[in-house]
């Protein structure tokens, strides 16, 4: 089962990627050289709260452990919310 808001959380995904110029902003590679290494794109919650989808709060990482460390924000994802996701985009499937 998707969480109800997948759709929402694809559509906020595609527009900071286009925002990004779909490229990781911290290494700078895009997305065909990131497929190339086995890497994709990522979004990142800049204040660490998964639940907060404004794209200004969205940055576009790659999934290499350098540029988006794992679990960076599962530590600070507040319990009461109930949301522990990643918000690993691989996982939307197109
Ligand atoms: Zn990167
Ligand atoms: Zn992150």
């Given at each position: 089962?998707?969480?109800?808001?997948?759709?929402?959380?694809?559509?906020?995904r595609?527009?900071?990627?286009?925002r990004?110029?779909?490229?990781?902003?911290?290494?700078?590679?895009?997305?065909?050289?990131l497929?190339?290494l086995?890497?994709?794109?990522?979004?990142?919650?800049?204040?660490?709260?998964?639940?907060?989808?404004?794209?200004?709060?969205?940055?576009?990482?790659?999934?290499?452990?350098?540029?988006?460390?794992r679990?960076?924000?599962?530590?600070?994802?507040?319990?009461s919310?109930?949301?522990?996701?990643?918000y690993?985009?691989?996982?939307?499937?197109?």
């Amino acid at each position: 089962m998707r969480p109800v808001d997948t759709r929402a959380r694809r559509a906020v995904r595609d527009e900071v990627f286009r925002r990004d110029g779909y490229r990781c902003q911290r290494c700078g590679r895009g997305r065909e050289e990131l497929a190339q290494l086995g890497l994709q794109l990522e979004a990142h919650h800049v204040n660490n709260l998964p639940a907060d989808h404004r794209p200004e709060n969205l940055v576009t990482l790659c999934s290499d452990g350098a540029c988006h460390p794992r679990g960076d924000h599962l530590g600070n994802t507040p319990k009461s919310s109930g949301l522990i996701f990643t918000y690993k985009l691989g996982d939307i499937s197109d």
